[in-house]
């Protein structure tokens, strides 16, 4: 057997496009497109290419979006005050904060930053009162990973309801508002992390299994129960030659391209779940393209919310 792949990619695409509509409508009645600000502090690699995927996926839907990009030398108050200035700005309906800050901002500036944030514009999901919304199930902006990966299920009509869900991962950002996700929607949900004892037999109980850890291969088959859809939410960028030897046989394509780049993109799932899975996210691929066409999702919502829909 080999997983059927479920393909991240044409998603993003087709919702995307689903958008497309309710932007226009929008700009039409407002005199202005929904507008989304993006703060960029610092010069992370990484995070350079998520703000500009975002932002030219923001483009292309017909969005206005705004970098604001702040030095790695910026303080605290810089950056707090850059938000503040999207919070007032009538022509910014979604703010975003690039994760991560640089570690100079301090240890709390990540939580200190997103607690500034209107959580009206709140596109991340990451303020503790849309957390708040969210555990309560009432309407709120949701973070887009999980929002995403809950796309990729209801689309692909892997059944929610009844499931027995396992999410690896405990992070504010997927873990838990994804394991409060499958919840809603009626799961049995079981949230692991580092600390689980014989995490490997808990998964194996899952009908829906989440990776969310950010370790190269670390769901292996015996994670996983034969026919189960598995969701690798990972994403590391690999050089190490001995970690890429651990997951591609010699002669794999992506093995040479490691060769050829020196990188490599990989996911938590290593690729031999392929043979046990009924159904697998690729990474790239998978719920990465979700992550943004549900981040735009957001914004054109957090626009209609402030200023009635269109
Ligand atoms: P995170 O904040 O580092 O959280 C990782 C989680 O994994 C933690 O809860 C940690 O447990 C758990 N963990 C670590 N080692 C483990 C182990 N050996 N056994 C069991 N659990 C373990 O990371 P995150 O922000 O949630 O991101 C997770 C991954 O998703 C990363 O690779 C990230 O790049 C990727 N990501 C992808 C997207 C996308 O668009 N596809 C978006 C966001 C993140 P403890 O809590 O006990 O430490």
């Known amino acids: 057997m080999s997983a059927r792949l479920l393909d991240g ?17 929008f700009t039409a009645r407002h005199g202005r497109p929904p507008g989304l600000g993006i703060v960029l502090v610092g010069d992370d690699p990484a995070s350079q290419i998520y703000v500009r995927n975002k932002l030219k996926a923001a483009s292309e839907l017909g969005m206005r979006a705004d970098l604001e990009r702040l030095p790695v030398s910026a303080t605290l108050d810089e950056v707090l005050a850059q938000v503040a200035r999207l919070n007032a700005s009538a022509d910014h309906d979604g703010i975003l904060v690039q994760d991560p800050l640089p570690e100079t901002l301090g240890p709390h500036a990540a939580r200190i930053v997103f607690d500034t944030i209107d959580p009206a514009k709140d596109v991340d999901g ?6 708040g919304r969210l555990v309560q199930k009432r309407p709120t902006l949701v973070p887009g990973t999980p929002l995403g990966v809950i796309a ?25 508002p994804m394991a409060m996700l499958l919840l809603h929607r009626d799961a049995t949900v079981t949230i692991c992390h580092s600390k689980t004892p014989d995490l490997a037999a808990i998964a194996a109980t899952a009908d829906i299994l989440v990776a969310a850890v950010g370790r190269p291969g670390f769901v292996t088959p015996e994670f996983v ?47 031999a779940v392929a043979a046990v899975a009924g159904a697998l996210t690729p990474v790239p691929g998978g719920v990465g393209p979700l992550t943004v066409a549900m981040l735009l999702s957001n914004v054109l919502r957090a626009a209609e919310m402030v200023v009635g829909p269109a």
């Open 152 to 176: 990729l299920l209801e689309r692909s009509n892997i059944p929610i309801a009844g499931a027995r869900a396992v999410v690896i991962g405990r992070s504010d950002i997927v873990g838990k």
């Open 126 to 131: 990451f303020h503790p009162v849309n957390v």
């Open 225 to 271: 129960k034969p026919g189960a859809t598995v969701i690798d939410v990972g994403i590391t960028s690999v050089t190490d030659a001995a970690v890429i030897a651990r997951l591609f046989p010699e002669g794999h394509a992506r093995r040479e391209a490691f060769a050829r780049r020196g990188s490599l993109v990989v996911g938590d799932v290593h690729p």
């Open 9 to 25: 990619n044409a998603l993003s695409a087709q919702i995307r496009s689903e958008l497309q509509p309710g932007v226009a409508a």
